[in-house]
Structure formats: C-alpha cells, structure tokens
C-alpha cells in the first residue's frame, strides 16, 4: 500500500507531515505504512482549546454533550470498517480489533447513556447535601463541581489506538472540556483515521478536540493550573513526564494509568476436577494471546496452589499449543505480532530478564511457527510461559513487566503467601480470583484490595456473563495504585469530575438556588396560579408552590388503613405500649398514611401533563402525627431535567407541617412531565 501521509488537527486546520517526520512499519510485514510528524504551533492550539472550544462546550449541558457523545458514537459505528483494515497493519486480529474499535465505540455509548441518567440537565453539578452553617438555615454551603477551563492533553498509548482515544474523550467531553489528544506514533494511523472521522461528523463543536501526529515538543512546559494532562503508557515515562518541573510548580493534574503487573490467583479450593480450574487455564490464555498480550490489564502473573502447579502447567501448555501465530489478516490466526520491531525488542530483553528467577516451560522465540508471513520482518514473538520455582524470595518476576505474551506461573501454600504474592506487584490496574469459595474472595478483597484497582473474581456462577480479566468497563474505575500509576480513567461519573473542579459555595438559600440550578428549601417561592399538575414541562418555574388544605387525621383513619394494609404494629394499634416507645406520645398515624393522604391534598385527578409518578428520595419522618392531628402539604418545583423528545422529569419538594406548622415529613417526588 501507498504510505498514509497523517495529518495534525490544530487550530481547526488539517496539517501534514514535517520535516522531520518519520515512518512507520507496518507490525506484520515491516513495509512503511505511514508518516508521522508536524511541525505545530503547540501555544496556538492550546488557545483554541482554551478560547474557542472550552467557551463552546460550557455552554452546552451535561445532557447536551451526553447526546453529542451518542451521535458521535453512533457515527463512528457506521464507519467502522476502515478501522478494522487499518488494524490489520498493527497486528490485530479481526477479535483484537473488535476489543480496540466496538469497545471504543461502546464506552462512549456507555458515558452519553451515563450523563443522561446521572447527570443534571444543567452546567452545574451538585456535589453532595446542602450544608446547613447557621441555626436558622439562611447561610448554607454546597459543593458544586463545574468544567476547568483549559485543555486536556490525552497522551495514549499504541496497543489501544481507538479505544484508548475514545476512553479519554467521553469523560472530557462530558465534563465539558476540549481536547487534544497525542496518540502513540507506532499505530497513530488508526487512530487519525478515527479522529478524521469525528471531525467530518460534523457533531463537535469547533475547538473541541485537536490530534497530534509527531511528537509534543514544549506542548507540557505551556501549560496552566486549568489543563490536565491524562496519560496512558510505561511507568518510565510517566515519572518523566510528571516530574516535569512546570508541572510540579503549577500544580497541573496529571492522570496516570501506566505498567502493572496484574496477578491472577487461582483459589484453593479449585482443583483440577473442577470448573473453576479449566476456567482459569481458558483466562490465563486468553490474557496472554489477545492483542499479543499487548494490554495493560494482561496476566503477567499467575499464582497457584503448590498442589495444582504441575496440572496447571500442562494444561496451559497443550492450550498454547493451540494458537496460531501469524498474519492477522489470515482468519485461522489467533495471535498476530506485536506492534513494532522496537516492541518485540523490548519484549525479547523484558523476557530475558525474567529468565533470570525463572524458567521458561512454553515458547521458545527462536523456533516457533508463524503463518502467513515472514517471522524475520514482522514483529512476531510465540507466548511464553515461565515457572519460578522459590515466587517468594525471587524479585526480578515482581518488578519487570514484558509488555507482550509472556507470563509467570508461581506457587504458593498458603492463601496468604498468594495474596502476598500478588501485591508484590507494587500496585496493579487490575487482579482476578478465580474460586467458587466466598470466604476465599473475601480474604482476597479485605488483604489485596488497597494493592489493586480492580478486583476481578469469577466462577461456575458468574463464568457466562463475566466480562474477562483484561476488560475495563467505563461503569467502574480503570486505574490502580502505586506501579500502576494512582490514577482513575473512567469509572462512570468519577471519571467526568477529574476534568472538573470541586468548589464549595456558601450563601442564602436563594444564592445557592441560584448558582445550582435548583430549588433550595429555604429559598422565596410563589405561589402557582393554577395547579401546577395542569402545567407542561416547560411551563414550570423552579420555586413554584402549591399550598394545599388541611386534613384532620381521625383515629378512625388509623385503624382503618392498619385494617386494610395488615400493618398493625404496635405503635397504630396499642395506647399503652405506644406510650412506653421514647419516641411516640401514644398511638399515632402510620407514616404511608400520611404520604397517602398527602397525596389525595396535592394531585390532580384528572388527565394532564404528569405522565407517572416514578419514586420519591430522600423520606423523612420528623414528627409523629396523632389522632386529631392535621396536615397541610407544601409541594414547590425542585429541579427540572429533560428525559426525552416529549417529555422531562420533575422533581418535587414535597413538605408535610402540622396544625402548629411544624413540619412532619419531607421527601422529594419524581414526576414524569408532557412537554405539551
């Protein structure tokens, strides 16, 4: 093929390669598939970033970017083709390219449908309860979380080219904040080919995103407090690139996800009779083949009962004996090679020196088989399985981690030499159990938990929906301590707020209405000129009030719901014992009583634009009611978020006083509401 001449997205203009750009080696056959390298001007794309694309995206909702994260996953859907054909020349097969572009293409799936659900249809986010700071509840504080307002640099790694991209850009995007994204050179051609994409989409706003093809120059040295830098790649230049004496004095963030020598443990309790084992055997695998092991969430280490090692060691052998290594493009292979020459380098001397403390049982890389292509060009390398006869006094195993197929098989006798083990890694992005024992997963939890980003535990029950070992979900965080790097990529709504700054507001009530969008108890209201269940989504005002009348609660009242419901506890149905309880004076309402009567107060029966009553939060019962009590509902428009074309959700503060005013209970209704 004709060498792809990749371009740089800065400043809104497209700009091809430099001087001093360089080419790139297809991983299968070492034919040059591409050139990278622009010369940029790196202080003018993080001014658009900052005065053209941050301004932009602010002013957008949380739910508007949610849906520009779905129109644009969705695009990228319908165009995934080309990425997969590109893959080919990084060594992917069709299943390792499918964990690359579906899986990129899914979390920002996963972040529109998140931001939808879980956050506000507004720019502020509300972190937490209202603090209450004064003693009649006129100065209150509120944490509120909103955009930073620089540039995030997402620095990705090559095993990843569109995942690794896309991971980054739906949690920025999200939160509000553009872009600039430096992917990894070896296989920058597929992720520009995305990235194009995206742009001829249309979908993002101008100065959203940028994409670098070369190097970063100073790009690090100009930053500011308001940027971020996310990182993906070794622990060596992580510590660099974070060590960076501008980035120490502006205090600018750095995310880190970086080595880690992920362990998997297999239980005690699973013997080679059992489902438990053949299922480990299977993970361990495929951790090992899958992208050439080129994952940051590969099993480096396996540590298993000393019983089991030899039983283990067979089997994983005659499993390996099954993989096909060669041309990706080829459907009978099941490992293609590693990214580059430099790469399968790095592997060679990375396994060598695990050699060292161990030996090697599978994979010798000077005789192996590949087909399809020649094993002298391509960047091939066979998996490689190593033992280490004494995992305890070794330290080479623990601290070297060979970014491809190859992984340790060590013993241990105890449960707690294995937990031992694995946190010998110095903190990982991830570690799997394999046991069908509960009280094995939760020693495991409680003693290697604070060593691990992830606790992955799977068996017979779990086996045919888990996800795998080595998969990252955007729900959960994607990040570990120590070695790995102490950052958190992703993790839902967690992930967003990395690009967002956390600041506490203190003020009235209205203030800090004001600022979060929302209705705050103790703000003004007004009273609703008409019912406010008469009103469309976009007629109601945040503040608006319904005051009802008054209901006498009868003790005719009580016993009848107590007969109706079968809730006949002692407090509704026993004076005497009522008295004894500290916190009844005798017999009083049931707390549903009231909340069924207060909503006989305020609904509207007949038809209009509430849709359906979808919950309440927040319940509280403060005072009880009794026979001869009355209550009068306070019910005032909280906060308003649109859901769909035709209809919004309302959320209510809903007060319940009494005859004296004094408020009973408090909950906050959920309504569904027609726009029209």
């Known amino acids: 093929m004709t060498a792809l ?39 003018a794309m993080l001014d658009h970033a900052r005065t053209v694309g941050g301004p932009k995206l602010r002013a957008m ?22 990425l997969y054909e590109l893959s080919l020349h990084a060594g992917c097969t069709k299943a390792d390219a499918w964990i690359d572009v579906d899986g990129g293409i899914g979390t920002l799936f996963v972040f529109a449908s998140k931001g939808r659900r879980e956050l506000p249809d507004a720019q502020v986010y509300v972190d937490g309860a209202i603090e209450q700071l004064s003693k009649k509840g006129t100065f209150l504080g509120q944490h509120i979380l909103t955009p930073l307002q620089g540039a995030a640099i997402h620095i990705n790694a090559f095993n990843f080219p569109v995942w690794g991209m896309l991971e980054k850009l739906a949690p920025t995007l999200l939160a509000g904040v553009p872009a600039i994204v430096k992917p990894a050179t070896a296989t920058s051609y597929v992720a520009e080919a995305c990235f194009r994409m995206m742009i001829e989409s249309g979908i993002l706003p101008d100065g959203a995103v940028q994409f670098i ?18 990182f993906t790649g070794s622990a060596a230049t ?11 004095q502006h205090s600018i963030r750095f995310i880190a996800e970086q080595d880690s020598l992920n362990a998997s443990v297999l239980g005690p309790d699973a013997t080679p009779d059992t489902p438990e084992f053949d299922l480990f055997v299977k993970e361990a695998v495929r951790e090992m083949t899958a992208k050439a092991g080129q994952k940051c969430t590969a099993i480096r280490r396996m540590i298993v009962p000393k019983a089991v090692e030899g039983d283990l060691i067979e089997a994983l052998k005659a499993r390996l004996a099954k993989t096909v290594i060669g041309d990706p493009a080829n459907e009978a292979v099941r490992m293609g090679p590693l990214a580059s020459l430099a790469q399968r380098d790095d592997v060679l ?106 606790i992955y535990i799977n068996d017979r029950d779990s086996m045919g929906e888990s996800t795998g070992h080595g998969s990252p979900l955007p729900h959960l965080t994607h990040g570990g301590p120590g070695r790995a790097g102490g950052g958190e990529e ?40 008409r ?144 726009y029209a």
């Open 5 to 43: 001449m990749l371009e740089s997205f800065a400043a809104g203009k497209w700009i091809g390669p430099g001087p001093d750009a360089r080419a790139i080696a297809s991983a299968v056959t070492g034919e040059e598939v591409a050139v990278a390298g622009s010369a940029l001007d790196f202080q």
């Open 61 to 82: 909702t949380f739910h508007d970017r949610a849906r520009m994260l779905k129109a644009l996953a969705t695009w990228l859907g319908e165009r995934k083709a080309k």
């Open 213 to 230: 093809a070369g190097g970063t120059g100073d790009l690090l040295d100009r930053l500011i407090p308001q940027d971020v830098v996310s």
């Open 238 to 248: 992580a510590l660099m690139l974070r060590s960076k004496p501008h980035i120490l």
């Open 349 to 454: 001397a990375k396994a060598a020196v695990i050699g060292t403390e161990a030996e090697c049982v599978y994979g010798d890389p000077n005789a192996f088989a590949v087909e399809g292509a020649d094993a002298q060009k391509g960047a091939f390398v066979p998996p490689m399985l190593f033992r280490c006869p004494d995992p305890a006094g070794a330290s080479k195993i623990h601290e070297t981690e060979a970014f491809g197929p190859v992984s340790t098989v060590m013993a241990y006798d105890t449960l707690d030499d294995a937990i031992a083990l694995a946190n010998r890694g110095g903190g990982s992005l991830v570690m799997s159990l394999i046991t069908h024992d509960p009280a094995v997963a939760r020693a495991v939890a409680m003693e290697a938990g604070a060593w691990h980003g992830r």
């Open 490 to 529: 992703m993790g839902g709504v967690r992930g967003v707020f990395h690009y967002m700054q956390r600041t506490s507001v203190q003020g009235s009530p209205d203030m800090l209405g004001a600022v979060a969008g929302t209705f705050v108890p103790g703000s003004k209201t007004f009273e609703a000129d």
């Open 531 to 674: 019912h406010p269940f008469t009103k469309t989504f976009g007629e109601l005002q945040l503040g608006e009030t319904l005051h009802t009348r008054s209901r006498t609660v009868t003790l005719e009242d009580i016993e009848h719901f107590a007969e109706f419901t079968g809730d006949t506890f002692y407090a509704h149905m026993d004076e005497e014992a009522a008295k004894a309880n500290p916190f009844f004076p005798g017999r009083v309402a049931h707390g549903y009583l009231l909340l069924s009567f207060a909503a006989g107060l305020f609904v509207e029966p007949s038809p209009g634009p509430v849709l359906a009553n979808v919950g309440l939060e927040g319940l509280k019962f403060m005072k009880p009611v009794s026979p001869g009590d009355s209550i009068k509902v306070a019910l005032t428009v909280k906060r308003k978020t649109r859901r769909t074309d035709t209809y919004g959700e309302v959320r209510w503060h809903v007060v319940l006083t009494n005859q004296d005013d004094e408020t009973v209970a408090e909950y906050e209704l959920h309504t569904m509401n027609a």
